[in-house]
């Protein structure tokens, strides 16, 4: 594959290349779309069928299974809602053809509308989920680190993910459950290396010629196509896509929620408790195999 990260560019390349080399005698426009991701609005705000890219790991973090996210933290995530996604295919074929648009090829993305980082994704997910619409299952409190170090991404990976699943798989079978958190983990750590080249590069994609077809819908048009996203609000996007995921993908009813949070409210206290238990067992081998060694060595 050379220097292409997966499959999948690849037959974006060679498909978009063939397109191209039969444009003359072909009525065709080329449009690529950045990430694609959940409806913003029309007409279901949060809705999408599938857990590709960020879906998946807002469901992967929310549910506890995932920890941790090798990826460079300052790094843009150009995303593009599917809704706009498709006002902007149904637009931009007739616009180009009636403005006879040389350069047919346009680019559907974020650049200049909205700025959000992996980070502050990751985060926002995350506080959702823990403080507002958590998922009916889940393993432990929804928590997580972006990592720009491979190695400390690999230490959390082991610590917080793999042993905790191994531990778990071997008490599975003792309440007449087959073991299965260690293959979610690998299924989970495979899916996230193949969005690691995502997370970890940056690119602009100008959509300067995108942005001009606005300028030539009349009042209606504007107000039925959404060409832009400069004017989403990123926390209640990502309520809606939260709740899309819950509705759609996890087919957990709304009517769940309350429960769901007084069982979140509970497993955060039993972190905490855990986490103060554990901190103590550490101080006192700490004290006990170290400290008192110096002490007895003076």
Known sequence: MKDAPNTYTISKAIGEDIVAKAMDSLPAVIMRPTIVISMW?????????????????????????????????????DFVCVD?????????????????IPNKVFNISSHNQITVTWKQCQ???????KERIPFDIFLWVPS????????????????????????????????????????????????????EFYYNNEWTFLNDASVKATAWLNAKELGKYTLSQSEI????????????????????????IPKSRRLMSIMIWVDRIGSIILKLILAYLFYRFVISKMCNLL
């Open 41 to 77: 609005k029309d007409p279901i705000p949060g809705w999408t069928d599938n857990i590709n890219g960020p879906a998946g790991s807002i469901i992967a973090f929310g549910t506890g299974v995932l920890r941790s996210i090798y990826a460079r933290k300052d790094m843009n995530a």
């Open 84 to 100: 706009v996604v498709a006002d902007n295919v149904l637009v931009l074929g007739a616009y180009s053809v009636q403005n006879q």
């Open 123 to 129: 985060e926002l997910s995350i506080k959702l989920n």
């Open 144 to 195: 997580g680190m972006t990592r720009n170090s491979r190695l400390m991404h690999y230490i959390d990976v082991l610590l917080w993910q793999y042993i905790p699943a191994l531990i778990i798989d071997m008490f599975l079978p003792l309440f007449g459950y087959k073991p299965m958190l260690w293959q979610v983990q690998l299924r989970v750590m495979k899916a996230m290396s193949v969005l």
């Open 233 to 256: 609000v990123p926390e209640e996007f990502m309520t809606n896509q939260i709740f899309g995921l819950r509705r759609y993908i996890l087919k957990e009813p709304d009517e769940n």
